[in-house]
């Protein structure tokens, strides 16, 4: 069965520093990737989705970027974090082109 | 516009009641629906799909509307354990729009 990972659960990083999240899926190939950001209180944002290995697509200009530099691995980088990037932000999965999206644990980042 | 819109709530029920919300979205080239439950500071999980003949899954029941664009998740006998915030999500193109979320409370 398909397992999607995502790490760290928690994060509290200071403003400026660096950002790095990882997601990576098995037991499935060709997966579409997805990171969305959800504030408090608020709806999941669509950040970046990626049908491919280097294929990236931007739903929102912001302060974050996406690489997927292998077939099941995903990653949301950011060289100077913003206190508005403080989120939940989740890593997703899916089959096909308008298929069920399943979701990571998440990450829940702090930025102070 | 939002893309996709949702009644926030809360909606405060008692345990066996029914309860009924709906989710509104823009473009009518979308291509599929679904509801997801998600709880405090988790992950969203996928509760169902929605299908155009309307579908059931035990007590919860979904429909779609495409004439009036709305999909709606109907909850019967509710438990304490569906509390809880429902997300409508519409796919089309690979993007998958979230609605921010109907929060169902169920009381004792």
Redesign the interface.
């Given at each position: 069965s398909q397992t999607i990972h995502q790490w760290p659960a928690t994060l509290v990083q200071p403003v400026g520093s660096p950002l790095s999240l990882e997601c990576t899926v098995e037991g499935t190939s060709n997966p579409?990737l997805?990171w969305?950001r959800q504030a408090a209180g608020?709806?999941?944002q669509?950040l970046f989705?990626s049908?491919g290995i280097g294929q990236i697509?931007s739903?929102v200009p912001q302060n974050l970027s996406a690489s997927r530099p292998q077939d099941r691995q995903f990653i949301l980088s950011s060289k100077k974090l913003l206190l508005s990037d403080s989120g939940?932000y989740?890593c997703?999965w899916?089959e096909t082109?308008?298929?069920?999206?399943?979701?990571?644990?998440?990450t829940?980042l702090t930025v102070v | 516009r939002k893309e996709v819109e949702q009644d926030p709530g809360p909606f405060n029920v008692p345990e066996g009641a029914t309860v009924a919300f709906n989710c509104t979205y823009s473009n009518s080239a979308s291509q599929s629906f679904f509801w997801y439950r998600q709880d405090c500071r988790k992950e969203p999980k996928l509760l169902m799909s929605v299908y155009s003949s309307g579908n059931e899954d035990g007590r919860f029941t979904a429909q779609l509307n495409r004439a009036s664009q709305y999909i709606s998740l109907l909850i019967r006998d509710s438990k304490l354990s569906d509390s809880a915030t429902y997300l409508c999500a519409v796919g089309r193109d690979y993007k998958l729009s979230f609605g921010a979320g109907t929060t169902v409370t169920v009381r004792a």
């Open positions: 579409n997805y969305y608020r709806g999941l669509l989705y049908v697509s739903e939940f989740l997703a899916s082109v308008v298929g069920e999206a399943f979701f990571g644990q998440g829940r | -």
